[in-house]
């Protein structure tokens, strides 16, 4: 592991950046709700995903990413260990990663984010940069929600409502 | 003004943060080109606006606001100031912004980034929110851009790609 910048003029503090994503989290769950149960599971636009396939995927990186950049461990990303059928066991699992965010978040240190690291086996980058991947990444596939609620003629929750 | 959170762990410096919002502009300029003329400026999916006009929006706020954030004033949000017509129009226009957002944003100091401002007279926050907002903001929309895309039968640029 090298560290990568220098830090210089301080943009954000670590507990800023988690009260961001946990913000961004509960929109994302907002929008989970929103759908239909089985839209929720079958419903897409232009050959994409449905939405549980994309909020399975944010599932299976923020929480084990973690976990693995806490533990150091570079185990491969595997969407395929938790497989919900009804729209409320994956909130219940959304609610439960919540907390395992929170847990291995809080032990990675200042110079820790500055380091780069194999995620997954896969992306070397350093750790902030990863971290805000997760974030952009769940923006990202909740715009795509937001466009199948709305060809569904369904009203998605407001964008800036966070808590 | 007055300071909102007390500074302790930093996740990440002012220049990684225009690093990487500069990243990710560069890739909303790859999804405004990929867009065939006439569908930038009229296609949609679920009534929602065509990414010509989500692109403006992205344009009407980054240089704005950071000036306004600079200069100190609330002049309120205005999309209407610059009215293209074809696509090179909004990407000329995309780029002469990278150098307004270089040059605003090199002048915010540490301890500005934690103060609260009342955006276009309308979104009092701390600064480095309303930056996330913007970068947030982009990347949701861009989300939405890629719907269209896939629903026009083309393939997107990779998330990944920001340089």
Chains 1, 2 share one sequence.
Do not use: C
């Not at 507990?15 to 989290?25: A, K, S, Y």
């Not at 449905?50 to 995927?57: D, R, T, V």
């Amino acid at each position: 592991m090298t560290t990568t910048a220098t830090a210089t003029k301080q943009f954000m503090s670590t507990e800023q950046l988690l009260e961001h994503w946990q913000g961004h989290r509960n929109l994302t769950r907002r929008v989970i709700e929103a759908f239909p149960e089985k839209e929720l599971f079958e419903f897409s636009v232009g050959g994409m995903r449905p939405f549980a396939k994309l909020a399975l995927e944010l599932i299976g990186i923020g929480g084990p990413a973690l976990k693995g950049i806490v533990d150091g461990t570079t185990e491969a990303y595997n969407e395929e260990a938790f497989n919900p059928k009804t729209k409320e066991e994956i909130l219940k699992k959304w609610d439960e990663e919540t907390g395992v965010i929170n847990h291995y978040f809080g032990q990675i240190s200042e110079e820790r984010f500055q380091e780069t690291f194999n995620l997954f086996g896969e992306y070397e980058f350093p750790v902030y940069q990863n971290i805000l991947y997760f974030v952009d990444n769940e923006i990202h596939h909740r715009g795509q929600g937001y466009t199948y609620l709305r060809a569904l003629g369904i009203e998605p929750p407001f964008f800036w409502e966070r808590f």
